[in-house]
Structure formats: structure tokens, C-alpha cells
């Protein structure tokens, strides 16, 4: 009786444990953005959200967007977007660098939920490198799940599809 006392702890301290380790920092969004633009980073902007860009926003997210302003760097033909979305209960920030329309990198900056965490590994976020928006605002690049980790696979492809529509938006609008 004792044996399977001391067992059971030890597995409830393993899975406590494992658990605890999803969650982290992985990279400042300083430190994204000064990697993104070489060392050098401009100056930030804000993008003020208009009802047009808040209803695809939204339609992409499947839920409100209360936001009236994004902030992002631009320089040249690329931009870089830190970001937040719900995966299943808190909040994922990612960063997003978008250059010459498609993403040249998406990087989990801090993961806040208690498991699926696997989609801040680079064999997951190189998926989306070089992916661009369709017309109907998807991503033209099938980005494979993770079991375990669908709401953060697809927190981080809205996001993925946000900051791509935005980039679109500064270009048209230079």
C-alpha cells in the first residue's frame, strides 16, 4: 500500500510539473523586433482600426475584437506585429514578421496556457514561413495540428492571418 502511495505521488508531482513548464517566456518582443530589422529597429507605429478592418478582424478571430489601435513596426517592405490571442484559457503573444507580403517569421514570445506549448517549437512555426493571404483571407499554405495543441494551432493562424491582412493594408495604403 505504501509502494503505490509513494508511486502515485511521484506521477502526480511528474504531471504537476510537466504542466507547469508550458507555460514561459520565450523571447521578449524587443528582443523579436530588434532580430527582425537586423539590430536596428524603427521607430514604432499605430495602426488605428477603422470598422472595415475590425469586421475582418473579427471575422477572422470568430469573436469581438475590442482593440481600437495595433502597434507595429514598418520599415521598408516588411513589418513586424506582437500580438495576442486566446488559445484555450490565456492569452498567447506572438510576434509576427511579415516581409514582401508573406511571413518570413512566427515565433511564440510568451505562452500563458497550462498544455499545448508544442507550437512554439520551430518544427511547428516554420509552417507558416513564406505563407501569404488568399483572397478569401486565408493563409495559402496548410499549416498541420497538433494533437493536444488545436487551440493554439489555431490562435497562432488567426494571428498568422491578421498580421498578413494588416501588412496588405500599410501596402495599399503607401
Given at each position: 500500500m505504501k509502494l503505490s502511495f509513494t508511486i502515485m505521488t511521484l506521477l502526480t508531482s511528474l504531471l504537476l510539473t510537466s504542466v507547469a513548464n508550458a507555460r514561459g517566456t520565450y523571447q521578449t518582443p524587443e528582443d523579436f523586433i530588434s532580430?527582425?530589422?537586423?539590430?536596428?529597429?524603427?521607430?514604432?507605429?499605430?495602426?488605428?482600426?477603422?470598422?472595415?478592418?475590425?469586421?475582418?478582424?473579427?471575422?477572422?478571430?470568430?469573436?469581438?475584437?475590442?482593440?481600437?489601435?495595433?502597434?507595429?513596426?514598418?520599415q521598408d517592405n516588411q513589418s513586424v506585429w506582437i500580438m495576442d490571442e486566446i488559445g484555450k484559457e490565456a492569452p498567447i503573444t506572438v510576434g509576427i514578421h511579415v516581409k514582401d507580403n508573406a511571413i518570413s517569421q512566427t515565433k511564440v514570445l510568451v505562452y500563458r496556457e497550462s498544455r499545448g506549448d508544442e507550437v512554439r517549437h520551430e518544427f511547428f512555426t516554420d509552417q507558416f514561413k513564406s505563407a501569404q493571404l488568399t483572397s478569401d483571407l486565408k493563409l495559402d499554405t496548410h499549416i498541420d495540428g497538433i494533437t493536444g495543441a488545436t487551440l493554439s494551432v489555431r490562435a497562432l493562424t488567426k494571428l498568422s492571418r491578421i498580421a498578413l491582412y494588416l501588412d496588405e493594408q500599410l501596402t495599399a495604403n503607401n
Amino acid at each position: 500500500m505504501k509502494l503505490s502511495f509513494t508511486i502515485m505521488t511521484l506521477l502526480t508531482s511528474l504531471l504537476l510539473t510537466s504542466v507547469a513548464n508550458a507555460r514561459g517566456t520565450y523571447q521578449t518582443p524587443e528582443d523579436f523586433i530588434s532580430q527582425a530589422f537586423n539590430g536596428t529597429p524603427p521607430k514604432s507605429k499605430v495602426l488605428w482600426i477603422d470598422d472595415e478592418t475590425k469586421s475582418v478582424i473579427e471575422s477572422i478571430l470568430a469573436h469581438s475584437f475590442r482593440k481600437m489601435r495595433l502597434r507595429y513596426w514598418q520599415q521598408d517592405n516588411q513589418s513586424v506585429w506582437i500580438m495576442d490571442e486566446i488559445g484555450k484559457e490565456a492569452p498567447i503573444t506572438v510576434g509576427i514578421h511579415v516581409k514582401d507580403n508573406a511571413i518570413s517569421q512566427t515565433k511564440v514570445l510568451v505562452y500563458r496556457e497550462s498544455r499545448g506549448d508544442e507550437v512554439r517549437h520551430e518544427f511547428f512555426t516554420d509552417q507558416f514561413k513564406s505563407a501569404q493571404l488568399t483572397s478569401d483571407l486565408k493563409l495559402d499554405t496548410h499549416i498541420d495540428g497538433i494533437t493536444g495543441a488545436t487551440l493554439s494551432v489555431r490562435a497562432l493562424t488567426k494571428l498568422s492571418r491578421i498580421a498578413l491582412y494588416l501588412d496588405e493594408q500599410l501596402t495599399a495604403n503607401n
